[in-house]
């Protein structure tokens, strides 16, 4: 009776773990997918995930490369612009977001400031090293200037002599990039104030250093999950007025930093770049493993910056030139300014016949974000991108001598950063581990529960076959009776 007891028992113990093994197939990953929403939403009482969006607690680098110019005289009298890169000239990005607000529609406005420091362990070079590059407020001015009438074009050719302004510049890193003293910058600032982008210095990238990328307002994710990191408007706009066409003035996706969760191979990462003046689209490339963490590759499309020729949608951010070159002449004052890949990579083999230097490779030049799929967190980001002025000979303007018309390269930049130390550890212990340690578990269970259930019915088997043998007649019993 006790053994009937003990094995009743063991199969209802059984049973009941083989479902409740079973029932976690089916529930661990509802569970799974539900902490991971409770977790993401941007809240400051997640505190993780609201640290790595507010602050980015990330290694975050600027990289920088210059094209010198090897040949500036030859240039003038018409003949291929050699180039040369210079660098890497590499700095730290700190980013913050300030003036964090909260609103009742389960949305959040920030300021993100930027500001950089350089790193000379990781450059090759000081920032004190000199290069040639063409001087944008020369050549870039006499492009804008070529319509209006000789006098005047004579005139601007006057005011460039009466400040020293020559067609290439020869200057150190530090100045070209954070900005130097130029006399004809103080006087187009006093007497044509808006005309630069910029007032004070000027510099490539003067504009950006201890700066903000303007107000974000981005949904929180607390109403939907789908719309987290969403934008929702920017510096009030929820559509821009800078191109041609209602698509392409749209503002799409997120602020490119984090993306919504559950990502399949179909979906694309589109943000909004404040730097870029539009939003893009990446699109997904591969699967992949990072310190053990799956992952999936998204890279720029080859028609990111076609023309509108070869991809009618960009028609739109024309006047164009080659494929693989976006104008955002119209969100820089106008001057001929053109984005890139670096060395023209995915570009119009064209640009390459202008000048000689460039040799444009995937790996080296190819942008991308290494994302992972569950969570929308990216682990690894490098954007790269290239700027270009656009130069020719303008009559009346003799500083831009006989210039052949060309796409030059002035330098290109990479934006990159990825997850590691603790942020990688406690990331891989939540988000793989955890669920791993999961699916094991309702492995066990169902494998436990059907081994107790295999070894009650052995034993019951066992202990009906044995007293049949024990009182089954043989033949000698039978004689015997006989």
Partial sequence: MNKSKLAIGL????????????????????????????????????????????????????????????NPTEVLAGEKPMVEQRGPYVYRKHIQKRNITFHPNHTVSYLEYRSYFFEPSMSVGNESDVVTIPNMLVLGAAVM????????????????????????????????????DSKLVDFLN???????????????????????????????????????HKVDSWNG????????????????????????????????????????????????????????????????????????????PNEGFCPCRQSGLLNVSSCRSNSPVFISHPHFYNADPVLLDYVQGLQPTEDQHGLFIDIHPETGVPLNVS?????????????????????????????????????????LTTFHTNLVLLPMVMVYMQYCFIVLGLA????????????MVRPLHCHTPNASDTTLAS
């Avoid at 006057?158 to 954070?178: A, C, H, I, Q």
């Avoid at 939003?279 to 080859?302: T, W």
Wanted: proline letters at 6%.
């Fill in 145 to 180: 200037m070529e319509n209006l009438p000789f006098a005047v074009r004579l005139m601007i050719s006057t005011t460039f002599k009466t400040f020293k302004e020559g067609p290439f510049l020869t200057m150190s890193v530090g100045k070209l990039m954070w900005g130097y």
């Fill in 237 to 312: 706009l929820t559509k821009l007025t800078n191109w041609k066409t209602p698509q392409c003035n749209m503002i799409n996706g997120t602020a490119g930093q984090m993306w919504p969760p559950f990502m399949t191979k179909e979906s694309t990462l589109p943000f909004y770049s404040p730097d870029a003046c539009r939003s893009l689209e990446m699109v997904y490339q591969r699967e992949g493993i990072m310190e053990g963490i799956p992952l999936y590759r998204y890279v720029a499309p080859k028609t990111l910056f076609a023309n509108g020729s070869d991809y009618a």
């Fill in 452 to 463: 107790t259930i295999l070894g009650v019915v052995l034993l019951y088997y066992r202990n």
């Fill in 190 to 228: 006093k007497w044509l104030p808006g005309m630069l982008p910029s007032t004070g210095k000027f510099g490539l990238f003067a504009e950006f250093n201890n700066s903000n990328t303007g107000l974000f307002t981005i949904h929180t994710g607390k109403d939907d999950i789908r719309l987290i």
């Fill in 11 to 70: 199969l209802v113990v059984g049973t009941l773990t083989v479902v409740f093994g079973t029932v976690l197939v089916f529930v661990g990953p509802i569970i799974i997918d539900n902490q991971i929403v409770k977790n993401l939403v941007i809240d400051p009482k997640n505190e993780m995930s609201y640290t790595m969006w507010k602050d980015v607690p990330v290694p975050f680098f600027m990289t920088v490369y210059f094209f010198n110019v090897l």
């Fill in 383 to 423: 954007i790269r991108l290239q700027l270009n002025l656009y130069m020719k000979k303008v009559s009346g303007i003799t500083e831009t001598g006989k210039i052949s018309e060309v796409m030059m390269p002035m330098m290109w930049f990479e934006e990159n950063g990825y997850i590691d130390g603790e942020i």
